[in-house]
Structures are given as structure tokens and as C-alpha cells.
């Protein structure tokens, strides 16, 4: 992996917790105290089926990047590095 | 009638659902149209509904669910009477559907809240969401839709998209009419929030559960149980969501209703609950007063007060994406 893809996906990855604590108001949560691995439903930040239509529309709106409406995107909705790693692939296709 | 899917469904002991009316029955009525009319098929409709009536015990119990409610000073036998009416209609609501797509004929239509509709999508690219019920006639519904230039999204079950398949073949506008199904990730949420985004009509049913989403709101003196997916949909969307209804006035003659449009946004992310129970209420409470107008047209074919008595599941609890 070289290293521009690592900071490219860096800063998809701070944007999203960004999207995630002002958009979805995560009251308890800042960009800083959410790791990059964090899980978004269940545990971690604990986000519901509610949230998770709404982080569509986010990822929408913001990137132009869809989530695949199967099995996969269950696997892209498991933490925020999943999330921001199906971002930075559509956004960068060249880069996988 | 089901709305959405074109043959009436029931739901068995194990929460399947059974389908009301097959192809042979629907060309034996088309057949009866042509010979017949429109009335004549009516008077063939009497007495297929008396078969139902005698024989169709699920049906009947969930449709005395909602007279009883309805009518509650009434006695047994005149809430027989009105569960058979409610067959009966259902019934020629059946026969007008497929009046209709044949190409026999037509029906005069009166729509309110139309231009309202028109108006806000002429503001924005974006599209709406139709909350629709199992009042009146789903075809009719979408002819008076198909005025409008929007593709109309349904959101359904899969084992419903083959029999709305086979209605849409054959429906004038059905190239303008597609299907999302609930048996994806997230239930279809996905593809809804994309086709509102396309500027596309997303409709769903708003007085039949089949998952885990749902929230109890108050009609008819009780609590009932309502989906809220169409409401989690507008609010993350941002989109309006318009009420849709129809009930038969006449023989040749609906009354189609979209002059409800509730608005959707949170007040805070802590008081999502609320606030969707303010919608759904809201919308039950339309539904409640729009199906007291055609009482004898609301198709419940299941019992939507049963188990609502329980605590509703907050929203998102067993959502797909938890």
C-alpha cells in the first residue's frame, strides 16, 4: 500500500467521523475519541438501523459513493476503516 | 385488495402469506367483464364473496378486527354484514383493476392535493415519498400518479413482485412503475434513498408490518401497530412524504386523496422516537378519518391492533444495519 493511498484514506476516514458526530449529532462522541477501527452498530458507536440509513444518504450527498444493497454491504457498514476503505476505493478506483 | 401486490394476501398461522386469487380466477373475471360489464362481473363477485365469507376464517376474523372497532355498537350478524361488504368490494375492486389494465375501459377520477405534489417536485430534482394504505385501488392510485412524469418505486416483498410483475406487464403506465424489494440488506432502504435521490417516487405501505420496524400509534380507540420505514426514509432523505389514498365513489368513478404531505425532520437525534411516533400518529389518525368516508373500503385483511399492546420495538432495534 503505498503511502499516498494510506493518507488519502486517512483523511476519508477523519471525514467520516466528521459526517458521523455532526450529522447524526453523536452527542458523546468527538472526531478524536472515535478510533479508526470503531464498530458502528451494536457496539463501539452503537448506531442503529435508523443511523444507518441516514449515513447512506451522507455518503451520498457527500462522496457520490453507494453501498452495495447486499451481503457486502453489511460488511462495509461494520466499522468506521470499512466504511472510509469503500469510499477511498470509489473514489480513487485506480488505487484497489 | 392488496395494494401493492395485485392479489390479496393473507397471512397464515406462521405469518406466510397466501394469495387470494390466481390467473385462472383473474381470467374467468376478464372473461365475465366482456360478457357481462362491469355489473355483471359485480354480480358474480356477491357470490364468490359469500364462498370467502363461509370458508376464508382468517380473513374474516382479521376484517371483524377492524369492524368491531369500526362499528362497535353493532351486533354479530350486522358485523358479518359488514365483513362481507368489505369482500365484496374488495372484490370489485379486483374486477375494476382488471377493467382497467385490459383496456375494456376507464374510470373518471377526482384527485386532490395534485398540484401541491407537482409543485414541490417542480422545486427540487429530488423525488417524494407516497405512503399509501390498503384503502380504495392501488391501479387507479397509479393511474392518477401517472400523470405526473416520476417513476414510481414500490417497496415490496419478493414473493409480491412476481404477481405485481404480472399486473405491470400488462398496466398502461407499468414501464413508469418498478419494484424495490424488502429482501435486501437494510430492507431496501438503499435503493429507496437512490430513487428519491433520482428524483423517483418511493412508495410504501403504510398499514401492514412484515418486519421488525414498527411503532404503535392510536385508531379507532386502540393501538395499532404501523410500519415506520417511510417515515425513517423521508427524515433521512429530507423528503416530504405524501399520503395516498382512494376510495370508490361510484361505478365508474374514484376519489383519489394525496392532500396530506406530513413533513419529516428530527428534533434532536435523542427524540427520533418521538418523534416518528408523531408521524405515524398522525398518519393513523389521517387514515383513520379518510377510511371512516369509505368505511366498507378498507382492505385489513390481518389484524393490525393484535400485539400492540406490547412495547414497540424502538426504531432501529433489529434494523438490518445493526
Redesign the interface.
Known amino acids: 500500500m503505498t503511502q499516498d493511498k494510506e493518507q488519502g484514506l486517512a483523511e476519508v476516514r477523519e471525514k467520516i467521523k466528521k459526517l458521523l458526530v455532526e450529522e447524526?449529532?453523536?452527542?458523546d462522541w468527538t472526531v478524536e475519541t472515535i478510533a479508526d477501527d470503531e464498530i458502528?452498530?451494536?457496539q463501539g458507536l452503537e448506531?442503529?438501523?435508523?443511523?444507518?440509513?441516514?449515513?447512506?444518504?451522507l455518503l451520498?450527498r457527500h462522496f457520490k459513493v453507494?453501498?452495495?444493497?447486499?451481503?457486502m454491504?453489511?460488511e462495509i457498514?461494520y466499522s468506521v476503516d470499512t466504511l472510509a476503505r469503500h469510499v477511498h476505493k470509489n473514489l480513487n478506483p485506480g488505487d484497489s | 385488495m392488496e395494494s401493492h401486490p395485485p392479489m390479496t394476501t393473507r397471512a397464515d398461522a406462521t405469518g406466510r402469506h397466501r394469495k387470494r386469487g390466481n390467473r385462472l380466477g383473474f381470467w374467468f373475471f376478464k372473461a365475465t367483464i366482456r360478457l357481462f360489464g362491469l355489473r355483471g362481473a359485480y354480480g358474480l363477485v356477491h357470490l364468490v364473496c359469500l364462498h370467502y365469507l363461509f370458508f376464508d376464517r382468517q380473513s374474516v376474523e382479521a376484517t371483524m378486527a377492524y369492524i368491531r372497532r369500526r362499528f362497535p355498537g353493532r351486533g354479530y350478524m350486522a358485523r358479518i354484514l359488514g365483513v362481507y361488504r368489505i369482500l365484496v368490494n374488495q372484490g370489485k375492486s379486483l374486477v375494476d383493476r382488471y377493467y382497467l389494465i385490459s383496456g375494456l375501459g376507464t374510470f373518471e377520477y377526482e384527485v386532490q392535493g395534485y398540484d401541491e405534489i407537482k409543485r414541490i417536485l417542480k422545486d427540487s430534482d429530488k423525488g417524494l415519498v407516497l405512503l399509501t394504505a390498503h384503502v380504495g385501488n392501488w391501479q387507479v392510485t397509479m393511474n392518477s400518479l401517472g400523470r405526473l412524469d416520476n417513476t414510481v418505486r414500490l417497496l415490496m416483498r419478493p414473493e409480491d413482485n412476481a404477481a405485481v410483475k404480472e399486473t405491470l406487464d400488462v398496466y398502461p403506465h407499468g414501464d413508469k412503475v418498478k419494484t424495490i424489494s424488502t429482501a435486501?440488506?437494510?430492507g431496501?432502504?438503499?435503493?429507496c434513498?437512490?430513487a428519491l435521490?433520482n428524483g423517483e417516487l418511493v412508495s410504501i405501505m403504510g398499514d401492514r408490518i412484515y418486519g421488525a420496524?414498527w411503532t404503535t400509534a392510536r385508531i379507532l380507540g386502540a393501538e395499532a401497530r404501523f410500519p415506520h420505514a417511510a417515515f425513517?426514509?423521508a427524515?433521512?432523505?429530507e423528503r416530504p412524504v405524501v399520503v395516498v389514498l382512494s376510495g370508490k365513489i361510484s361505478t365508474k368513478k374514484y376519489s383519489v386523496d394525496l392532500s396530506h404531505i406530513i413533513r419529516t425532520r428530527y428534533t434532536?437525534?435523542?427524540d427520533?422516537q418521538k418523534d416518528i411516533e408523531k408521524w405515524v400518529q398522525e398518519y393513523a389518525t389521517i387514515l383513520e378519518e379518510y377510511s371512516g368516508e369509505y368505511p366498507y373500503q378498507w382492505y385489513l385483511f390481518h389484524d393490525i391492533w393484535a400485539g400492540a399492546e406490547r412495547q414497540a420495538p424502538?426504531?432501529?432495534?433489529?434494523?438490518?444495519?445493526?
Open positions: 447524526l449529532a453523536l452527542e458502528l452498530f451494536g448506531l442503529d438501523s435508523l443511523d444507518a440509513v441516514e449515513i447512506v444518504v451520498q453507494d453501498i452495495p444493497d447486499n451481503e454491504g453489511r457498514f | 435486501s440488506f437494510m431496501g432502504m438503499i435503493e434513498a437512490k435521490d420496524d425513517t426514509l427524515a433521512a432523505t434532536s437525534r435523542k427520533r424502538p426504531p432501529g432495534h433489529g434494523g438490518d444495519g445493526s
